[in-house]
């Protein structure tokens, strides 16, 4: 049987504990006991460790600076519910309801989270480090200046969420959709973003450094300045995609697809992009000394003004691509196709 907790803010002048802001009035069922215990030692110490809160519903209540550490609140309801500054370390928070709460400040470090909803939650310079957080729903959250370090967040939902200066470094997100998020200074060096949906995210200073891209859908995104360097993003779709400025050396972009992108003026030197298609590609005053480019989709490719000292374009297929201006000096164009292409002289 579902056991209800509820926090009425009509009931204040009953009991007048102003903990909460709002007092507990509870419904006396069959094995309410234990967790009726539990609800009155938070709301008169502000402190309940290990507490059985399951099932709880708390939505809207006051909980600032609340010690729930290692507290049960499986599918509570705390919609709306104001946790600033909580500690909510190793708590059990699974498929708990947490739409449009306050977590900003809270610290969630190895929560239990898969499946929670989080919808519009302010979860701004909280701390979630290695908590577990699978299939949670976070979309539009505000998760500015928040750790998740190690996190696990395979599946999460993050869709339109706000993401600048958040830290996901050597966290997993395999499979998590980050469309139109904005993510200006947020880091995920080493991150795991296999399979990842990104398409249109937006923002500068992103830190991608030795993070795995692998298959990952970049459609459109905005990531001028970013790093990416050591990054690995076999099969990867960069299509239009906006990468001015940015560093992705020593990365393998085996397959991918970066058609129509713009890498004015990006370092790009020992780069693998055997295979990968950058048809129509913008890499004017680029710099990709030693990339390899063996078997690459290269047609219309501008490559004027770049650095193209000792690249390999085995076989690629550079009809129609421009290299005016370029240094080419020991780049090796066996087998390549080089029809309608400006190439300068050695």
Avoid at 9 to 14: C, D, I, M, Q, R
Avoid at 63 to 88: F, T
Avoid at 125 to 151: D, K, M, T
Wanted: aromatic share 6%; hydrophobic share 45%; net charge negative.
């Amino acid at each position: 049987m579902k056991r209800v907790f509820r926090w009425n803010g009509w009931s204040v002048g009953l009991l007048m504990l102003g903990i909460i802001g709002g007092i507990i009035g509870t419904e006396a069922r069959p094995g309410y006991s234990a967790r009726g215990r539990h609800l009155e030692q938070l709301q008169e110490t502000q402190a309940c460790r290990r507490c059985d809160l399951e099932d709880a519903d708390l939505s809207g209540a006051q909980l600032q600076g609340v010690d729930l550490r290692g507290a049960n609140l499986n599918q509570a309801n705390l919609e709306g519910a104001n946790l600033e500054g909580a500690n909510l370390e190793g708590a059990i928070l699974t498929q708990t309801n947490l739409q449009g709460a306050n977590l900003s400040r809270a610290t969630v470090v190895e929560g239990q989270l898969g499946q929670a909803q989080l919808q519009g939650a302010n979860l701004t310079q909280a701390n979630f480090n290695f908590a577990r957080l699978g299939r949670a729903n976070l979309e539009g959250a505000q998760l500015q200046g928040a750790q998740f370090l190690s996190a696990r967040l395979n599946h999460v939902n993050l869709a339109g969420a706000d993401l600048a200066g958040t830290d996901f470094r050597s966290a997993v997100l395999n499979g998590a959709d980050l469309q139109q998020v904005r993510w200006s200074q947020a880091n995920f060096q080493g991150a795991s973003l296999r399979e990842a949906t990104l398409q249109g995210s937006s923002g500068f200073g992103v830190n991608l450094n030795r993070a795995n891209l692998v298959n990952a859908d970049l459609t459109e995104v905005r990531l001028s300045e970013g790093r990416l360097t050591g990054a690995v993003a076999v099969g990867a779709i960069f299509a239009d995609a906006d990468l001015s400025g940015a560093a992705l050396n020593l990365g393998d972009f085996q397959g991918a697809d970066l058609s129509g992108a713009n890498l004015q003026g990006a370092v790009l030197s020992e780069i693998l992009l055997m295979g990968a298609s950058l048809r129509g590609t913008n890499l004017t005053y680029s710099y990709l000394f030693g990339a390899n480019l063996t078997a690459a989709q290269l047609q219309g490719t501008r490559f004027s003004g770049a650095d193209l000292r000792g690249v390999l374009f085995r076989g690629a297929d550079l009809t129609e691509a421009d290299l005016t201006d370029a240094i080419i000096e020991g780049a090796d164009f066996t087998d390549a196709v080089l029809t309608g292409a400006t190439i300068p002289q050695v």
